[in-house]
């Protein structure tokens, strides 16, 4: 299986600020097709996962232009810029190159 | 606006049998990949099964951890998808949830449904 590695596994930001979370996977998750099937969600608290980012960089559709995704091969980052408090929650990463598809750990963001 | 409400969760016992539903709208059911997935209380979601569309001959994808033992399938004219789950174990105590595919990633997740293994 692939495994996701994301860090930190909690982060305290002031509003406004920037935080990054960084996810690094076991193997790379380059598909045989060329894409990079690397995704970012953000689960609020008492909901279910929300879609934020796919195939690395995309954000989805509604999502702020304050979130950003970067990276290639097995190394890859989540910005958040000008922080709000809406923000709070869980950040995960997912790959969907392999079978199965896994997800990783998760990032807990908190708004001093 | 896409929605997908999962039922069916509940308290069961150890080796018994539950089955899932997740009833869609909002967007055209038959054409899309579905898949369910499960999250443990304070632990990261868990991918279970994926299933393809008609076009895909239905085809199915399984995590080692469930395969054998959960069964996804889908009813294109009731916009239903379904998850067949036996032989339960405490550790399949999770929340339930269906998402919609947009390509290799999951693109709206239903509420989820609890499912509860406990004598």
């Known amino acids: 299986d692939v495994v996701m590695t994301q860090t930190p596994v909690s982060l305290s930001v002031s509003l406004g600020g920037q935080v990054s979370i960084s996810c690094r996977s076991s193997q790379s998750l380059v598909h045989n097709n060329g894409n990079t099937y690397l995704s970012w969600y953000l689960q609020k608290p008492g909901q279910s996962p929300q879609l934020l980012i796919y195939?690395?960089?995309n954000r989805f559709s509604g999502i702020s232009d304050r979130f950003s995704g970067s990276g290639s091969g097995t190394d890859f980052t989540l910005k958040i810029s000008r922080v709000e408090p809406d923000d709070l929650g869980v950040y995960y990463c997912?790959?969907?190159?392999?079978?199965?598809?896994?997800f990783g750990s998760g990032t807990k963001l908190e708004i001093k | 606006e896409v929605k997908l409400l999962e039922s069916g969760g509940g308290l069961v016992q150890p080796g018994g049998s539950l089955r899932l539903s997740c009833a869609a709208s909002?967007?055209?059911?038959?054409?899309?990949?579905m898949s369910w997935i499960r999250q443990s209380p304070g632990k990261a979601p868990e991918w279970l099964s994926f299933i393809r569309n008609k076009a895909n001959s239905y085809t199915t994808e399984y995590n080692p951890s469930v395969k054998g033992r959960f069964t996804i399938s889908r009813d294109d004219t009731q916009n239903v998808l379904y998850l067949q789950m036996n032989t339960l174990r405490a550790e399949d105590t999770a929340i339930y949830y269906c998402?919609?595919?947009?390509?290799?990633?999951?693109?709206?997740w239903g509420q989820g449904t609890l499912v509860t293994v406990s004598s």
């Open positions: 195939k690395v960089s």
């Open positions: 997912g790959q969907g190159t392999q079978y199965p598809l896994t």
């Open positions: 998402a919609k595919h947009q390509g290799n990633w999951f693109a709206y």
């Open positions: 909002g967007f055209t059911f038959a054409d899309f990949y």
